[in-house]
């Protein structure tokens, strides 16, 4: 625990606003490229040298289709932008890939649907702010996608910051198991915004909520499997899916197969002891290899189709490698042994309820190389937004929802009367990081051009998918 915890509420707000002669609230306005920042394209380049060769392609070719879709995937550029930026030296455990779309709904063990973040492939402690500054750029550049002026960006960008720094200074307020009870159920949400969104908005999100309770195991299974010889199997769409049987000679797929049922019968032993009982009740039917996300794309990815009671009681697993985070280059590795528990701790202490089959293990590779993955469900009440149908107002609203959440989740960790002292009562921090953001679409629109360039020289490939 930080010796600042122990300290009396009083004290640990006046640390905070101390923090102001550090790192003035309006400097974090301030965006200047350093003079010899690193090419943004060899950052990425760099993080593809250690991921399977056939599926960079189709990474470059998600990043290629839009400046916003290049911002998905550039997390370890902003990582090195945000690490030349003044920090005010309050930590919390941070997301760190905190961009709009990995914002969305959830579903708690108690069959809740909640909205909270996704994605913590990198998370670490580290300064908050930098989470609070990707999710506003990030809000900047879906905006300016969908033709919104300048204004509307500010009205955007402002009201996603200023819901960050009135729940943290709400959060500063209450007792440590309020915080840390505190989630943001859906069906409240629906009811509480019902009044604020316009009709096509409220539409929007009555679909969102329906369609997110539709994405169960079952939905995964009528899906991705099909019968073949009698038995259930998942059926190839390469190079999306690609059955094990499909990647490999007979003697390493059967090598493959085992490093599989190694990792999800150990990873097990990081469950809770209940959670081990449940999932010994499924036997392990089929595997894939899957392509997921945009910055993500060529880390290897297993989903596993587990078979219970019968054939038609399936459970759907992805077992994701995990590499060292984007940050730790700048925060520090971490105090977990493999990467992979950092992602999984990380996760349970950001979310207000995390998947019950969420865990972790490291295996040894056919290719003799260890790597570490995180395991969870495939999918489970999963709902995200359309950002490209957004008009402005949803689109304020949908960042008000973010900027509560990601608060939220700083406060299980960081010292949110700190924090909340530092940002204080005004609008001063909302109004810089409107500034930031914009100058920070601006770099983001040159780096999209950069990947657009080497593309166009042949310097990297780009495919489709």
């Not at 913590?120 to 002026?149: C, H, I, Q, Y």
């Not at 990647?247 to 032993?269: G, M, V």
């Not at 036997?283 to 060529?298: E, I, L, N, Q, Y």
Request: charged share 30%; with cysteine; glycine share 8%.
């Amino acid at each position: 625990m930080s010796p600042r915890l122990t300290m009396s509420p009083r004290e640990r707000a006046e640390y905070g606003r101390a923090a102001r002669a550090r790192v003035p609230r309006s400097a974090h306005g301030d965006f200047e490229p350093p003079a010899k920042r690193l090419d943004p394209i060899e950052i990425v380049e760099r993080q593809s040298a250690a991921r399977v060769a056939e599926l960079v392609p189709i990474r470059y070719g998600r990043m290629s289709e839009s400046p916003f879709r290049f911002y998905r995937g550039a997390a370890a550029v902003m990582a090195e932008d945000l690490a030349a930026t003044p920090v005010t030296g309050l930590y919390a455990q941070l997301c760190g890939d905190a961009h709009m779309l990995n914002f969305r709904l959830l579903a708690s063990p108690e069959r809740h649907l909640l909205f909270d973040i996704n994605d913590f492939d990198e998370t670490l402690p580290g300064p908050w702010e930098w989470d609070v500054k990707r999710l506003a750029a990030s809000m900047v550049t879906a905006a300016r996608e969908n033709g919104f002026t300048e204004a509307e960006r500010a009205e955007i960008v402002g009201a996603t910051v200023r819901s960050y720094r009135e729940r943290m200074r709400a959060f500063a307020g209450m007792g440590n198991l309020d915080v840390w009870y505190a989630k943001a159920d859906a069906d409240q949400l629906r009811t509480v915004m019902a009044d604020r969104l316009p009709g096509r908005g409220r539409e929007q999100l009555a679909r969102t909520l329906s369609k997110a309770r539709t994405r169960t195991n079952l939905q995964a299974f009528e899906k991705l499997t099909e019968v073949v010889g009698g038995e259930r199997r998942i059926a190839a769409s390469p190079p999306m899916i690609t059955r094990v049987d499909d990647l490999l000679p007979e003697l390493e797929r059967d090598q493959l197969e085992e490093t599989i049922r190694d990792l999800i019968d150990r990873y097990a032993e990081s469950l809770q002891t209940d959670r081990q009982h449940l999932l010994k009740q499924f036997t392990m039917a089929d595997m894939a290899r899957k392509v997921v996300g945009v910055g993500s794309v060529g880390t290897r990815c297993w989903i596993v189709l587990m078979l219970g009671r019968d054939g038609e009681d399936p459970l759907f697993l992805q077992a994701k490698e995990a590499g060292e985070s984007v940050l730790a280059a700048h925060v520090g590795a971490g105090t977990y042994e493999t990467e992979g528990q950092r992602v999984v701790a990380g996760q349970r202490l950001m979310q207000a309820a995390s998947d019950i089959f969420l865990g972790w293990e490291r295996v040894q590779a056919p290719d003799g190389v260890e790597r570490d993955f995180y395991v969870r469900q495939l999918r489970d009440w999963k709902g995200i937004v359309d950002p490209s149908a957004m008009v402005p107002r949803g689109m304020a609203l949908f960042g008000e929802l973010c900027g509560a959440t990601l608060a939220r989740a700083h406060a299980r960790s960081g010292d949110r009367i700190a924090i909340a002292a530092y940002l204080g009562k005004s609008d001063v921090f909302d109004r810089a990081l409107t500034r930031f953001a914009e100058s920070y679409a601006d770099q983001n629109e040159r780096d999209h051009e950069a990947l657009l360039d080497a593309v166009r020289r042949g310097r990297v490939t780009a495919a489709s998918g």
